[in-house]
């Protein structure tokens, strides 16, 4: 099993920048994308970033594409993202995702079975 483990939410300025970090124990070699998720109030958890094992291939929501890096450590087996000019409408619960042995890359939140628990993130105005 692989066990995920977010950190780094906080409350920040609009404008202001912010790193989540998603710590992976346990069999994170059956894994080969890490993915970023956020869930608003009263919104449905959507899908914000994505990252293949090596680190070559990344994606991102068309909402977050020119603000938001995902990268990896793999010596740490952490996955980061790294949040730039930051908007209340970020604001949300962000987790990360995995699911082993899916190699082609899925967007919904019901394709994947493994989860953190979750970081806040508030934007204010």
């Known amino acids: 099993q692989v066990e995920l483990v977010e950190s780094g939410g906080g409350l920040v300025q609009a404008g202001g920048s912010l790193r989540l970090s998603c710590a992976a124990s346990?069999?994170?070699?059956?894994?080969?994308?890490i993915l970023w998720f956020r869930q608003a109030p009263g919104k449905e958890r959507e899908f914000v970033a994505a990252?293949?094992?090596?680190?070559?291939?990344?994606y991102y929501a068309d909402s977050v594409e020119g603000r938001f890096t995902i990268s990896r450590d793999n010596a740490d087996n952490t996955v980061y993202l790294q949040m730039y000019s930051l908007k209340p409408e970020d604001t949300a619960i962000y987790y990360c995702?995995?699911?082993?042995?899916?190699?082609?890359?899925?967007?919904?939140?019901?394709?994947?079975?493994?989860w953190g628990q979750g970081t806040q993130v508030t934007v204010s105005s």
């Open positions: 995702a995995a699911r082993a042995g899916l190699y082609v890359l899925k967007r919904s939140p019901s394709d994947y079975d493994t």
């Open positions: 346990g069999r994170t070699f059956s894994t080969y994308h």
């Open positions: 990252i293949n094992w090596s680190g070559d291939n990344r």
